[in-house]
């Protein structure tokens, strides 16, 4: 069996959760947006994040997976989370074998997030947009998907507590809403083997 079928058996063993939130008390409509988690196929899996450019107005620095706010040109999510890869790293669509998707993430800047799973060749000549990235790098599938490499935080942020996960992986920090989307996937692919 294909790495890409493993794991669309896995998604449809295990039932789609409410949306993961870290919205408080929110009115104005969210923003549709989509990332790609995009797998790489080799006999140890691993998963391609990106660094965000430290000039971006927003999350600058951060840890994230490809993706961002849908366009109207976009006939469906996948199509937002593939056109981003592409815009973003360089990873062709056709280099792409969409498995599905995994729970939706709203955040509090405002995003209604679909996490799009696919599967893509090791090893891909992949270039960052450098205005937006400034890295690209692979974590081990099976280590951020450990629930042991998941820590969770409470702080006080603008009067308010705020929980957040976070996972370090060498000198690398991933946390927030990355973090947040990574330990809903392991939740739905904890029976992945």
Not at 175 to 184: E, K, N, P, Q
């Given at each position: 069996m294909s790495l890409a079928e493993r794991l669309r058996a896995t998604l449809a063993s295990t039932p789609e959760s409410p949306p993961v939130s870290d919205i408080a008390d929110r009115e104005t409509p969210l923003t549709p947006a989509a990332v790609l988690i995009a797998i790489t196929d080799r006999p140890e899996p691993g998963v391609l994040l990106t660094?965000?450019?430290?000039?971006?107005?927003?999350?600058?620095?951060?840890?994230?997976?490809?993706?961002?706010?849908?366009?109207?040109?976009?006939?469906?999510?996948?199509d937002t989370a593939l056109r981003e890869a592409?815009?973003?790293?360089?990873?062709?669509?056709?280099?792409?074998?969409?498995?599905?998707?995994?729970?939706?993430?709203?955040?509090?800047?405002?995003?209604?997030?679909?996490?799009?799973i696919g599967v893509v060749p090791p090893d891909?000549?992949?270039?960052?947009?450098?205005?937006?990235?400034?890295?690209?790098?692979?974590?081990?599938?099976?280590f951020i998907l450990a629930t042991a490499n998941h820590a969770h935080h409470t702080v006080e942020w603008q009067g308010r507590m705020r929980s957040y996960y976070e996972i370090l992986w060498g000198e690398?920090?991933?946390?927030?809403?990355?973090?947040?989307?990574?330990?809903?996937l392991s939740k739905r692919l904890t029976a992945f083997a």
């Open positions: 660094v965000r450019h430290a000039n971006l107005r927003k999350h600058a620095g951060q840890i994230a997976f490809p993706g961002g706010r849908a366009d109207p040109e976009d006939a469906t999510i996948t592409y815009e973003e790293i360089g990873l062709a669509p056709a280099e792409v074998e969409v498995v599905g998707t995994t729970d939706r993430y709203l955040t509090g800047t405002g995003f209604d997030i679909t996490p799009v891909l000549a992949l270039v960052a947009q450098e205005d937006e990235v400034t890295d690209i790098f692979e974590v081990p599938l099976a690398r920090r991933i946390w927030g809403v990355t973090a947040g989307v990574i330990v809903a």
